[in-house]
């Protein structure tokens, strides 16, 4: 077993998935294609039966100066060129485990997991740049198992590779994974009051912290208060970071 055939291990499929099957997710697919471009958002869809991909959006970041049609063919050797071999073996410990936690949980549960991690990639003209990935479950055999996951690829806030955790949909609690114990740890929820949310929000929108004291009602250094409380929280350094992490996160 090559290292990337490492990315299938953890799957069963037992049963395999039908050409009727694909036949049923070609409306999905569609509007998925849809969506991205007008979100212009860098997508992909993993076929774990196929090991290969079903959709890719035409979004550059993901591509890394490839075309769709060269990303395909090279299927998941195409990580292999993009991410370095560090990073990829950092990528297939996440993978192992993540699976693990798919499958301790019940079947019904396993569609609304969310896992998110950052990594380098290299573009073909040799520049690295870090990227946030996120993948959710998008299509489930009928035995629970994984069919198709979707990805989300985005320009990453994080200085370093990592930063794992998985995340149920529809709830603020999450597990981080520590890469010294090899396994995942509960932690806090994130939360922020009533008031940090309306700051955030507003501060997204480009007010000016005296502009927002001003459209509360209150001194600026309450604002600048509530401020300090959200980057904390989020452990950013700067506004931008706290709006992208908290927006690509769904806390507001």
């Known amino acids: 077993m090559n290292q990337i055939d490492s990315f299938f291990k953890p799957l069963k499929l037992e049963h395999p998935v039908s050409e009727a099957d694909y036949q049923r997710i070609k409306p999905y697919i569609e509007a998925l294609s849809g969506f991205s471009r007008i979100a212009n958002a860098s997508i992909y869809v993993i076929d774990y039966y196929t090991k290969n991909f079903v959709y890719i959006s035409s979004n550059p970041l993901f591509l890394c100066g490839y075309d769709i049609e060269e990303v395909k063919k090279l299927g998941y050797d195409f990580y292999a060129k993009v991410v370095s071999p560090e990073d990829l073996s950092m990528l297939l410990e996440i993978n192992e485990k993540g699976f693990e936690y ?8 396993r569609g609304s997991l969310l896992i998110s991690y950052d990594f380098n990639i290299h573009h073909k003209n040799g520049r690295k740049f870090m990227v946030n990935h996120k993948l959710t479950p998008f299509a489930l055999t009928s035995d629970g198992d994984m069919w198709l996951s979707l990805c989300l690829v985005t320009l990453s806030i994080q200085e370093k590779s990592g930063n794992a955790y998985i995340q149920q949909l529809n709830s603020l609690n999450r597990l981080e994974y520590s890469f010294n ?5 509960e932690m806090p929820a994130i939360r922020f009051t009533e008031r940090e949310k309306e700051v955030l929000q ?3 929108q480009g007010y000016t912290v ?3 004291a001003d459209k509360l009602f209150v001194e600026m250094t309450t604002i600048k208060y509530h401020k300090g409380n959200i980057l904390n ?3 950013v350094n700067n506004i931008m970071e706290a709006v992208y992490f908290a927006s690509v996160n769904h806390l507001i």
């Open 233 to 235: 929280k989020l452990k």
């Open 102 to 109: 798919f499958y301790s949980q019940e079947p019904n549960n």
């Open 210 to 212: 005296q502009e927002i």
């Open 181 to 185: 114990l090899k396994r995942w740890k």
């Open 202 to 204: 507003l501060l997204a």
